[in-house]
Nanobody, 114 residues
Framework: VQLQASGGGLVQPGGSLRLSCKAS????????IDWYRQIPGKQRELVAR???????NYTDSVKGRFTISRDNAKRSVFLQMNSLKPEDTAVYFC?????????WGRGTQVTVSS
């Protein structure tokens, strides 16, 4: 199983980024996919989740600014991040729990700074 995250970068406060996570090696459509983020020295935080049926939930700090979506035909999950704030700066990871294991993507750096 591989999860490949991409789309991070440097953006000014108020800007937008779209992260992508492409999966291989699993029956993608039947699993929930999560986006986590981690700041150095802090615990990894669940940012957003999308279930196999398309239901979504978000941590409070990103509600109304971030949108998670999936395209099963492309085996991909996306995280549209708008109105970015400096406190969104982190490494973002995609994750799934499949076949009784946790699978993590490599992570993509998001830096929000002027």
């Amino acid at each position: 199983v591989q999860l490949q995250a991409s789309g991070g970068g440097l953006v000014q406060p108020g800007g937008s980024l779209r992260l992508s996570c492409k999966a291989s090696g699993i029956n993608f459509s039947i699993y929930a996919i999560d986006w986590y983020r981690q700041i150095p020295g802090k615990q990894r935080e669940l940012v957003a989740r999308i279930t196999s049926g398309g239901s979504t939930n978000y941590t409070d700090s990103v509600k109304g600014r971030f949108t998670i979506s999936r395209d099963n035909a492309k085996r991909s999950v996306f995280l549209q991040m708008n109105s970015l704030k400096p406190e969104d700066t982190a490494v973002y990871f995609c994750h799934t729990y499949a076949r009784s294991y946790d699978f993590w993507g490599r992570g993509t750096q998001v830096t929000v700074s002027s």
